[in-house]
């Protein structure tokens, strides 16, 4: 089993990165998707959920408006599209993978995302 993150890297406040998770090992259509991310002397936090399907989305407070989560299915990716970055949003993004009816989940090794001019 593998979720291998990439797209992260240093972007200047306002502007735009893509991350990436790849998923293998394991029949992607039957795990809902995550990101979250963790700032130094931080907890880490849900930034953006998405369902099986890809029909169903839920995102953090702080990043509503400006990131968008999706999924391809047929390609066993799950993306994180986000704009308008704010030094707030550095931190290591991290992709999660819950199975939608057994209690089992799966970690990447995470991404960093550094926001600073």
């Known amino acids: 089993v593998q979720l291998v993150e990439s797209g992260g890297g240093l972007v200047q406040p306002g502007g735009s990165l893509r991350l990436s998770c790849a998923a293998s090992?394991?029949?992607?259509?039957?795990?809902?998707m995550s990101w979250y991310r963790q700032a130094p002397g931080k907890e880490r936090e849900l930034v953006a959920g998405?369902?099986?399907?890809?029909?169903?989305?839920n995102y953090a407070d702080s990043v509503k408006g400006r990131f968008t989560i999706s999924r391809d299915n047929a390609k066993n990716t799950v993306a994180l599209q986000m704009n308008s970055l704010k030094p707030e949003d550095t931190a290591v993004y991290y992709c999660k993978a819950v199975h939608i009816l057994a209690q089992i989940d799966y970690w990447g090794q995470g991404t960093q995302v550094t926001v600073s001019s």
């Open positions: 090992g394991f029949t992607f259509s039957n795990y809902h």
């Open positions: 998405i369902n099986w399907s890809g029909g169903i989305t």
